[in-house]
């Protein structure tokens, strides 16, 4: 049960009243819960502070595949360019990643697409 309190009234509890909303019918509400991407993110930002983080969710490919959950977040495309890689090699990095979000694997994340890169690997590629 959402409650929604008017603009208007005030804060106090007797104002508020239930209301049943159809999330289907509201497809641009987001809820207070932050989405998985976000969480990823927020996670990744403080293990590795990288310089580069995109976090894209391509569940909606694998939707039918194993693993795929109906509402989706659980297959992800991750960039991330940190200093942090720095001298380790692409299974090192990888273990990083995936202790970094150890949560997130044990609550239904099933699969990532890492790409894992040094600034300066990041550089040449650009150059």
């Known amino acids: ?8 009234a005030a804060a106090s ?23 998985r991407a976000d969480r990823i993110r927020s996670l990744l930002a403080a293990a590795l502070a990288p310089a580069v983080l995109d976090v894209r969710d391509d569940s909606r490919q694998h939707a039918g595949h194993a693993g795929a959950a109906p ?5 992800y495309s991750v960039l991330v360019v940190s200093n942090r890689f720095s001298g380790q090699g692409r299974v090192a990095r990888h273990r990083l990643v995936n202790s970094a979000l150890a949560p997130e694997f044990a609550d239904g994340l099933h699969a990532l697409a890492l790409t894992l ?4 690997e990041q550089a040449a590629l650009k150059g």
């Open 117 to 120: 890169r040094t600034p300066e």
């Open 71 to 75: 509402g989706g977040e659980t297959h």
């Open 1 to 8: 049960m959402l409650y929604v309190l008017p603009i208007a």
């Open 13 to 35: 509890p007797s104002h508020l009243a239930p209301v049943r909303l159809d999330r289907a019918s509201m497809p641009d509400v987001r809820l207070a819960q932050p989405g």
